[in-house]
């Protein structure tokens, strides 16, 4: 029996828009989107995201990376431009599931700006009180510690956990973990899972 559902955050409870974002980052740096892409590996946002630098830093470094300096509030909305709409149907099942029929936890690789911005978009999020934050624990998935950081401080067995999340790569490392998992696709496929799992009737 399954007794916590925890999600993904990006592309399953939110609209996740990359492309957007490259074309108003390569604008405000006056770079070529391809120059970004090509800077994926410098580490900055990275770094950000697991918690090692702070907002102002991230900003500082990638200025100073794309020799442009442009104000923090625009950076920061260049930044926050990746996130769209919230996904409606998750939203309902999550929303459904928070009324008391099987406790709901968030495990994702976010950093502070993006998970802030979340908050203001999908109110439900505030309501979920277990959150696993890449930010906050200094790690991100798919290490393997971030699966056994969360079934640890949950109290759960892996097996009683189930995890739903957009990308692979991240549910076959929980899947290495013990946890139950569903490799989201759509709202209508996570019913019929959930359903599976006699999580939802």
Request: aromatic share 8%.
């Amino acid at each position: 029996m399954i007794e916590i559902v925890i999600f993904d955050l990006g592309r399953v409870l939110i609209e996740v828009d990359v492309n957007r974002c490259l074309a108003q980052f390569s604008e405000a740096f006056n770079v070529t989107v391809q120059e970004v892409i090509g800077d994926k590996n410098n580490g900055a946002h990275t770094d950000f995201m697991v918690g090692k630098i702070t907002g102002e830093e991230f900003h500082q470094l990638t200025c100073e990376r794309f020799g442009r300096h442009i104000d923090i509030e625009a950076f920061r909305n260049v930044w926050l431009s990746m996130l769209g709409q919230p996904k409606r149907g998750t939203i309902a099942v999550v929303a459904e599931l928070l009324k008391g029929k099987v406790p709901v936890a968030l495990l994702s690789n976010v950093d502070p700006w993006h998970f802030s911005q979340c908050e203001k978009i999908i109110p439900e999020i505030q309501k979920i009180k277990k959150r696993y934050l890449s930010y906050q624990i200094k790690i991100k998935k798919p290490d393997l510690q971030i699966y056994r950081y969360v079934v640890d401080d949950l109290k759960i067995p892996a097996e009683k956990c189930l995890f739903v999340d957009d990308l692979l790569e991240n549910v076959e490392a929980a899947k290495e973990v013990g946890i139950k998992t569903i490799h989201f696709e759509d709202s209508q496929q996570l019913v019929t899972e959930l359903e599976r799992y006699d999580i939802l009737v």
